[in-house]
């Protein structure tokens, strides 16, 4: 009796013992599919990240805003550029502009002092009047009045005339570059030895100036009515 009370308690004990020591069998579809959407899941991170870095990369920085100090100072440096571009220009307009004021007043004044040396002559110094007359001639009028020069001297001299001009008027004609012509208006008074006073006359002339290198000389001489 006591034998067969002991024996449904040791298979009891036997059963629990079994039981804890089996270990159940592992449920493996499960396990393999949360692998493969762990690693779907990694793969689309990856991706991710990947994407966000080229955009970083590629992607420039913005640019700052340009400050108004920056600003101003470019706008003012242009603005000197240009009033010192105008200030030049103008400056040079007016060199121009003077000189050639400067060289008008200088043919008009030769045009002036030629004829006052073609009607101013002294029979006591034709030779100097003469040479003062070709020293601010030129060209055809030069060849001209160096040809006749001395027959004129000796009827000056065997008058024994005395002639003075004095100029009237006087005013540029026209100019261009490097020449101008000169209306002048001379009254002239004259007299012989033997001869009676004579009453002034008054000539017309059209003188031709040309500049030559620092100084103008007379190129021509025409009477006109």
């Known amino acids: 009796m006591a ?12 059963s629990s ?11 493996t579809d499960s396990d393999a599919a ?26 420039p920085a913005p640019r700052e805003p340009m400050s108004r100090v920056k600003l101003a100072t470019i706008i003012g440096l242009v603005m000197v550029l240009a009033l010192g571009g105008l200030v030049g220009w103008v400056g ?3 060199y121009q502009s003077h000189q050639a004021a400067a060289q008008r007043a200088l043919f008009l004044q030769v045009g002036k002092q030629a004829a006052l040396n073609l009607t101013t002559i002294d029979f006591e110094h034709a030779d100097d009047d003469v ?17 006749r020069s001395q027959p004129f001297v000796d009827v000056v001299k065997q ?3 005395k002639s003075t001009g004095e100029i009237a008027a006087a005013g540029l004609e026209s100019d261009d570059k490097d020449s101008a012509q000169v209306l002048v208006a001379v009254t002239v008074k004259t007299s012989n030895a033997g001869a009676p006073e004579q009453a002034p006359r008054a000539w017309r002339m059209r003188i031709s100036v040309k500049q ?14």
């Open 3 to 14: 034998d067969d009370a002991v024996a449904p308690e040791d298979e009891l004990i036997e």
């Open 17 to 27: 013992i079994d039981e804890a020591t089996e270990s159940p069998e592992p449920d």
């Open 34 to 59: 949360e692998d493969f959407e762990a690693a779907e899941a990694a793969e689309v991170d990856d991706a991710e990240a990947a994407e966000a870095a080229e955009v970083e990369v590629t992607t």
């Open 92 to 94: 040079w307009r007016a």
């Open 131 to 147: 040479k003062r007359i070709l020293d601010s001639a030129t060209d055809a009028f030069y060849d001209d009045f160096s040809r």
């Open 159 to 161: 008058a024994k005339s």
């Open 212 to 225: 030559i290198g620092d100084e103008a000389k007379v190129s021509n001489v025409e009477f006109v009515p």
